[in-house]
T-cell receptor, first 114, second 112 residues
């Protein structure tokens, strides 16, 4: 089975721009979660999508949004980029997104905001 | 609120020595606990989870609800165990869908 695929791997943007990151889950997985990883804050949960619906959301401003398509692929969008948004963004897929499910991670998209 | 604490940012041991990576958690219900590992230039991957009660690569972890701990142990460390280790928690119910709460991670270095 192919693993979780994230594109692009690297992005450089300037303050005020917006960015879209893409995540293709493992075939058959319907839950996609997004995380932000920074040296200072570590891994923080952004949100989770299941069957095209956002079921859970972390403590991030509304500039961070996402969506999921009928084939379970997911996108994450960050508008009005700030310097502090520079981070590694990870997505993870699981079968159902329930408590005991194993999450499988992508390699991440490294976003640099200048 | 759920919280995971890994008190050691760095841990160094010699090959063949026992190793224990500490993890404490805070959660009001019944948590699901995981250990994830990230080897150099590889993606984050599951090492083990408490509900499986299995040993992976010689590592074991026991959930101690009384002490709210889920420490990772291996009796004889190997050089290939050098990596970043994350303890993670998932709760139950709607507020936990797809959400893992991670500790800050412990970098384990096993010296030859």
């Amino acid at each position: 089975k192919a693993g979780v695929t994230q594109t692009p791997r690297y992005l450089i943007k300037t303050r005020g721009q917006q960015v879209t990151l893409s995540c293709s889950p493992i075939s058959g997985h319907r839950s996609v979660s997004w995380y932000q990883q920074t040296p200072g804050q570590g891994l923080q949960f952004l949100f989770e999508y299941f069957s095209e619906t956002q079921r859970n959301k972390g403590n991030f401003p509304g500039r961070f949004s996402g969506r999921q398509f009928s084939n379970s692929r997911s996108e994450m969008n960050v508008s009005t980029l700030e310097l502090g948004d520079s981070a590694l963004y990870l997505c993870a897929s699981s079968l159902r997104g329930s408590g005991g499910d194993i999450q499988y991670f992508g390699a991440g998209t490294r976003l640099s905001v200048l | 609120a759920q919280r995971v604490t890994q008190p050691e940012k760095l841990l160094s041991v010699f090959k063949g020595a026992p190793v224990e990576l500490k993890c404490n958690y805070s959660y009001s219900g019944s948590p699901e606990l995981f250990w994830y590992v990230q080897y150099s230039r590889q993606r984050l991957q599951l090492l083990l989870r408490h509900i499986s009660r299995e040993s992976i690569k010689g590592f074991t972890a026991d959930l101690n609800k009384g002490e709210t701990s889920f420490h990772l142990k291996k009796p004889f460390a190997q050089e290939e165990d050098s990596a970043m280790y994350y303890c993670a928690l998932s709760g139950a119910g709607g507020t936990s869908y797809g959400k893992l709460t991670f500790g800050q991670g412990t970098i384990l270095t096993v010296h030859p």
